[in-house]
């Protein structure tokens, strides 16, 4: 059975659809799946970008020390969790994040309240820098959100402009572990467009 990390920023629209179909196929496929955190704040530092752009790296930083202050809390498999209900509110709902959504996010996965307080701890990007290194590390490379990372084999993507149907998303699934279990294979990629539909 293969084992599977997905590493990703939380607020990476493309790496939201990528998650919500990899955990449905890996269920049709007993495919072991844990989704870790890396950081587009850490990773575009020192670049120039326009407004739209550094607001989404703030709350890249923000809500890494978030995810940071949750795994330190509770360990690795807090991170998935609080990604399915935060990732809900951003990216499905499109809400703005209130410290009352975020509240409700932490409860919703019962982490305390006080956890909040990370969004403005600069204490936590230690965390997140490394928690970031390790994508980069699995990888082999540098590389944006997400990453997939199959028996410790890693490859920048997939990138998903919708999530499929239950029968081609299993298909899709054995065909990247198929992929990732042939040494000689690198990389495949074809132009896309953004955002990507996000399904309720």
Known sequence: MAAVDLYLDPVCPFSWVTARWLL????STHTQVALRQMSLAVLNEGQDADAKQQDMMERSTRLGRLFAAAVAERGPDAFAGLYDSIGRRIHVRREDLTAAGIRE????????????????????DDAVRRAHQASQDALGDEAGSPII?????????????????????V????????????????????????????DA
């Open 105 to 124: 996010a932490l409860a919703e996965n019962g982490l305390e309240e006080r956890l909040a307080e990370a969004l403005d701890d600069s204490g936590f």
């Open 171 to 198: 298909r899709l699934l054995e065909a990247v572990l198929t992929m990732a279990g042939i040494p000689e294979f690198a990389a495949l990629q074809r132009p896309y467009e953004g955002p990507p539909t996000i």
């Open 24 to 27: 449905v196929a890996a269920q």
């Open 149 to 169: 990372a199959v028996d410790g084999r890693a490859f920048s993507g997939p990138v998903l402009t919708r999530r499929p149907d239950k029968e081609d998303g």
